[in-house]
């Protein structure tokens, strides 16, 4: 067997497979080292695979990924609720909120919204007192990280907020690439 074949193989398996396979199990298969293995996933990702390397060996992920966008919004907290409402209306999701504060750098929660019930359940925590927008701590400048099924929503969601005056233009002090992870940023520049 060639090392294409090979390669091959381990990709059937790994498609396969719902828990991760280790690369011992995979070289034992294949009776070549724990090294090629290693090589094996490497060109595989090269060539455009999404392997992940779990800590119990490799793993391709079961869902499909979606595309992401970063928008940077501002606005009152009596807007938050419509924000929201844009992104899942038009078939988004809202990941997460951060801020980015010249002295603590980059704040970040989760969020997960993906409904209408999710915002009705999140404005009614912060409606309570539990806790105030993060947004305030930057006078109402905030980024989401949005998901799509595809790029065309994305430019859907990013139409809306800007025909409702909601983007926000990126500072020059901003950093642009906020996490190390590979992310799609695109940072939503505007009249703000």
């Not at 009614?124 to 400048?141: E, F």
Request: glycine share 6%; no cysteine; net charge neutral.
């Amino acid at each position: 067997m060639n090392g294409e074949e090979r390669r091959n193989q381990i990709f059937q398996i790994l498609s396969g497979s719902s828990q991760p396979v280790s690369g011992a199990a995979l070289a034992k298969q294949f009776q070549v080292s724990r090294q090629v293995i290693v090589q094996d996933i490497a060109l595989l990702r090269a060539n455009g695979a999404e392997i992940f390397s779990a800590s119990r060996g490799y793993l391709i992920p079961k869902e499909k990924r979606a595309a992401s966008r970063i928008l940077k919004v501002f606005h009152t907290d009596a807007e938050t609720e419509e924000e929201l409402n844009l992104v899942v209306d038009s078939g988004g999701k809202v990941q997460d909120v951060f801020i980015y504060h010249k002295a603590y750098g980059v704040v970040r929660a989760d969020m997960n919204i993906r409904s209408r019930q999710d915002i009705q359940n999140f404005m009614k925590d912060i409606r309570s007192g539990k806790s105030s927008l993060l947004k305030n701590v930057t006078a109402g400048y905030h980024y989401h990280t949005i998901l799509a099924e595809d790029e065309q929503t994305l430019d859907l969601i990013q139409e809306k907020f800007r025909e409702r005056g909601l983007l926000a233009k990126l500072q020059d002090y901003e950093p642009v690439n906020f996490w190390e992870k590979t992310v799609k940023t695109e940072l939503a520049e505007d009249n703000r």
